[in-house]
Structure formats: C-alpha cells, structure tokens
C-alpha cells in the first residue's frame, strides 16, 4: 500500500460503532505471515496522519525479527480526532504541525475535524467556535458553552445505556431497562468536568494549562476577570472529544477489532497477533481482549503505549473499592505472553489532564489533590494486579520481559519530547519501542 514501507500491510477500518469493512478484513486474511502486528492509532484526525505514523513505528522491524518470523503488518483505522495544537514529534508537514497563533479561538483543521468527529452537529459547533473566538467576560456565556460540550459529550442516559465505564472501574455496559439506566446513572455519576460548576472547571483546567506550560495557561488568581478562562474552556472542549473517543474506543475494540481477530486465529490456528496501541488505541486493542475465546492463544503479546485509560484496569478488586474489579480485570490472562504497559513522566496529556478529566463528581479533589483513583495506566503503569514488575526501558531490552503477565516499563528514557499541551504523548516512534514489541513477542534473533 502507498504510503507504508514494509509489507505485507493492510488495514482494517472500523465506523465508530464497530463496524468493519468487509474488504479490509478481506486483505487482512490474505496476509502470509507467521506473526501479525496489529497497531491502532490513538488521536488522528484522518487516515493519512495515521498511516505514517504506522509507516515511521513498523520500519524497524524487518531488521529485529529471526529468520523464522515472517512478520504481517496491520493498521487498524478508526474515527477519532486530534486538535492541531498538539504536538507529533518528528511530523513536519504542515497538515500535521500544530498552528500557533489561535489561542482559544478554533484553527480552521481543528474546526474541520470537530466536524468530521460530531457529525450533524454543525450548529452547536459553530456556536462553541465563535464563544472561543469571542471571549466575552459574560457568565452566561460561560453557562451557555459548558451545556453545548456537556451535550457534545452525550452525557446522558443513553451514553450510559451504550456502555458507561468512565473510570474503567467496572463494566456497566449490559443495562436492561430504563429503571436500571436511572439507577445506573445515581450510582455512577458523569466526569466532574461535564457535571460542576462551569466556571470552577474551567477555573481548574486554566491553572492544569499553566501546569503544563501550554501558552494560554495561567493562574486566574492573578485577575483579569473571566477572559483568561476561556483557555480553559477549549481544554473542556478537548477534553469532551477525549471522553468520547476514550468511550468509542471500547465499542470499536469489544465489538469490532476483537471479533475480526478471533475469527482469524479460528481460521489460521498457528498465526501469532501481536497488538499494539497508542493512547486511546490501547484502550481499543485492550478491549477486543473481550472477544478472545476461553482457551484461545492468538493473541502473542500485548504492547500498550502511553496508554489513556485507567491503571487500573486489569486488577480483580480496586484499592479503594473492593467490590469491584477494573473494567478489563483479569482479562490480561486471555493474552499468551505479557502485556507490557509503557509509561512516562514526560506525558503531560497524561501525567496533569487525565486524572482532571476522569474525576467523578461528587470527589472533592481538585487540580492539587488528586488521587490514584483516576491514574492512567500511560502515566504510572499497571496498578492492583499482584507481581507485576517495574522494568526500565533499558532492563527490559537487555534482560527481556516476563513470558507472560503484566509488566510496567518506563519508557521515559526515550518518550521525552512534545510542546505543551500533551507533552510527550505522542513521542512513540523510536526504534527501541519496536525492540521492545519484538521481546514480548518472542519474535527476536
């Protein structure tokens, strides 16, 4: 395929209900290889960012891998968006660079892919845009905004009907009536950033920015009224496109990527998948461990990096609640190998955002007093699942990794680079990434 420099490759394309494409599936079956390497993109605003970034991960392989291995390529292609203000490392076209100069206001790529990530929703849209571009020093305006992100967002009790595990603490997703919905809902409140005062959570997400030395953060407690706010109100905005990419990750990986790969390891017993995720794509191909047979071994390996979902979501029982599990618990025993989870203090996205963003109301904790609860297994690794170990990148390349299992891997000795806001979130191309996918699955010389 253009574009990609190793071979075999092929995608597979989902909708964002999990849909596939049958002739993607079709070109996946006819790859010739003893070990496929399935890779999911996180945030990309379209097919073409996607694909060179599966281009720049995969082309070391090819010199990593024994003569033994013949090795098939995968892109998993699925609707998600990235705000042009983040950061890609090493990505210098244009179409890929952040823009700077827009402050709150929507660039005209952000704008198009907000579009293209919402659509029908054109109206609301336009409205957000031009609250952004204006700033008025107005507290209904303010109002105003948080109830069109809030309904961007989609929380409400059919977002919950569809699968609600917010905090992936617990798997909600089966509902059987409008009585457990509302009963659901009580039980299970909505981010806090989507359901408090709007003016204190944008009050909250001005000061993470200035955490995170992006240019239009600052402390709103050095004055200049209710303008300076409005940077974090295009974070809230961002963060209602994460919410809903975080959500439809899981649908597209439970009832999409799952299924598909199940149904070729039935068909090819002796292939080995190796999956591999970024951001809110580990989250993908860490759900379609829910469609993974009892007994099946087609899954080699597992590679998480900078994953954006909760830490704790392969533990049997949670810390702080130990009558529930994560939402994947014990789920990472379906994979024949170990899952590794790359983690790195460099990952602003991560490390100040996240955690920001995944607090539920009611939980008192603000930008400074944040607790493990709402961790990101990207940022700190695997939590509550007894003997994982805690590897540096450098110990896992000369040592190895454990043949099965979960495993922490701090990645931070070379996923370091990125501008604020997201830091080094997307700093994943390196070479001794691939080394490390290649060690958990046994694929080395």
């Not at 891998?65 to 892109?75: A, D």
């Not at 603490?169 to 059987?176: F, K, M, P, R, S």
């Not at 390891?265 to 047979?293: E, K, T």
């Not at 190895?400 to 996923?415: E, F, H, I, L, Q």
Request: aromatic residues 6%; contains cysteine.
């Amino acid at each position: 395929m253009a574009g990609v420099g190793v071979a075999p490759y092929a995608e597979l394309t989902f909708d964002s209900e999990g849909d596939v494409d049958l002739g993607s599936v079709a070109a996946v079956a006819r790859i010739d290889a003893t070990d496929l390497l399935v890779f999911a993109h996180g945030w990309n605003s379209d097919r073409s960012t996607a694909t060179r970034l599966y281009e720049r991960f995969f082309a070391p392989f090819p010199g990593l891998v024994g003569p033994e291995t013949r090795l098939g390529y995968v892109g998993v292609v699925w609707p998600s968006m990235r705000f042009s203000d983040e950061p890609i490392p090493d990505f210098e076209d244009r179409d890929v660079l952040a823009e700077p100069g827009s402050g709150t206001a929507l660039d005209p790529g952000t704008r198009r892919a907000l579009g293209e990530f919402w659509p029908g929703r054109e109206a609301e849209l336009d409205r957000v845009a031009e609250l952004l571009a204006e700033q008025p020093e107005s507290e209904a305006a303010f109002i105003e905004f948080g109830a069109l992100v809030r309904e961007l967002a989609g929380v409400d009790v059919v977002d919950v009907i569809d699968g609600m595990d917010t905090a992936d603490t617990a798997d909600t997703a089966e509902i059987a009536d409008t009585a457990d919905a509302v009963a659901a809902v009580t039980a299970a409140p909505v981010p806090a950033v989507f359901a408090e005062d709007v003016l204190e959570v944008c009050r909250e997400l001005t000061e993470a920015l200035a955490a995170a030395g992006a240019p239009g953060g600052q402390d709103p407690a050095l004055g200049g009224g209710l303008r300076p706010l409005w940077n974090g109100a295009k974070e809230l905005l961002r963060q209602a496109a994460y919410y809903k990419m975080k959500k439809r990750a899981g649908v597209v990986g439970e009832r999409g990527l799952g299924p598909v790969l199940a149904e070729l390891g039935r068909q090819r017993p002796g292939l080995r998948i190796h999956l591999i995720g970024h951001s809110f794509g580990a989250r993908l191909v860490s759900f379609s461990l829910r469609a993974v047979p009892d007994g099946a071994r087609h899954v080699g390996s597992l590679t998480l990096l900078q994953g954006a979902f909760s830490h704790y979501v392969f533990a049997d029982r949670l810390p702080h609640d130990r009558n529930r599990g994560g939402a994947l618990g014990g789920l990472h025993r379906k994979v024949d190998g170990p899952v590794v989870a790359c983690h790195s203090p460099h990952d602003t996205s991560l490390r100040v955002f996240y955690p920001l963003a995944s607090r539920m109301a009611g939980d008192s904790a603000g930008v400074l007093g944040l607790d493990e609860r709402w961790g990101a297994i990207g940022h700190d690794g695997v939590r509550a699942v007894p003997g994982t170990p805690r590897l540096t990148l450098d110990t896992a390349l000369r040592e190895g990794v454990p043949a099965a299992g979960c495993v922490s891997v701090d990645a931070g000795s070379v996923v370091r680079r990125g501008g604020a806001p997201s830091g080094a979130h997307s700093d994943i191309c390196h070479a001794e990434l691939a080394r490390l996918v290649v060690a958990a699955g046994r694929m080395g010389r």
